[in-house]
């Protein structure tokens, strides 16, 4: 199984992209896919999540402007960012598991497969 995440980009603050995250090797069915992100010289840290394709959740500063979802018959999981601001700049990274469990979906150590990442650059 691999991940393969696309779609970063410079944008203008308040400009919108939306990323990839394509799963190969599995079916998307059951699969829980999360959206992580790291800035520079800062901790990687939880973006959104659907989990299991049945729910959908978010870190608080992106609540309302991002939104997670999956289209099961291209195996791709979208991040679609909307109002992004300057403090969004980071390297995004799409992580997948098939054994993510609730309440222990927003850390990274419950994924254990990771795409190679994609830069989105907020300028103001």
């Known amino acids: 199984v691999q991940l393969q995440a696309s779609g970063g980009g410079l944008v203008q603050a308040g400009g919108s992209l939306t990323l990839s995250c394509e799963v190969s090797g599995r079916s998307l069915s059951g699969y829980t896919v999360a959206w992580f992100r790291q800035g520079l010289g800062e901790e990687r840290e939880f973006v959104a999540s659907s989990f299991r394709g049945t729910n959908q959740f978010y870190a608080d500063p992106v609540k309302g402007r991002f939104t997670i979802s999956r289209e099961n018959t291209k195996n791709t999981v979208y991040l679609r960012m909307n109002s992004l601001k300057p403090e969004d700049t980071a390297v995004y990274y799409c992580?997948?598991?098939?054994?993510?469990?609730?309440?222990?979906?927003?850390?990274?150590?419950?994924?254990?497969?990771w795409g190679q990442g994609t830069l989105v650059t907020v300028s103001s």
């Open positions: 992580a997948g598991s098939a054994h993510v469990i609730l309440s222990t979906h927003r850390s990274q150590r419950s994924y254990n497969l």
